[in-house]
């Protein structure tokens, strides 16, 4: 999502907020801009994104699963 500013701004309880700016740009650039989409991709594929390391996936996890969501099973 975009503010008025231009500016790229988290939606979906903030999620995006939570992650570092590379992995936050990482998942902006493929278009997981919320939860449910974030939710169809596995683990494995948000980790082979530039920008996204293991460090980022505990935060995404339970962003996920406050929500009722998971990760994507194989």
Aim: net charge negative.
């Amino acid at each position: 999502m975009v503010d008025e500013g231009g500016s790229i701004v988290a939606s979906d309880n903030g999620f995006l907020s939570k992650l570092s700016s590379p992995a936050r740009s990482a998942l902006l650039h493929e278009g997981i801009d919320t939860l449910p989409k974030l939710s169809s991709y596995t683990e494995k594929e948000i980790l082979k994104l530039h920008g996204v390391g293991p460090a980022s996936l505990p935060t995404m996890r339970t962003s996920l699963e406050e929500e009722g969501l998971a990760f994507k099973e194989k």
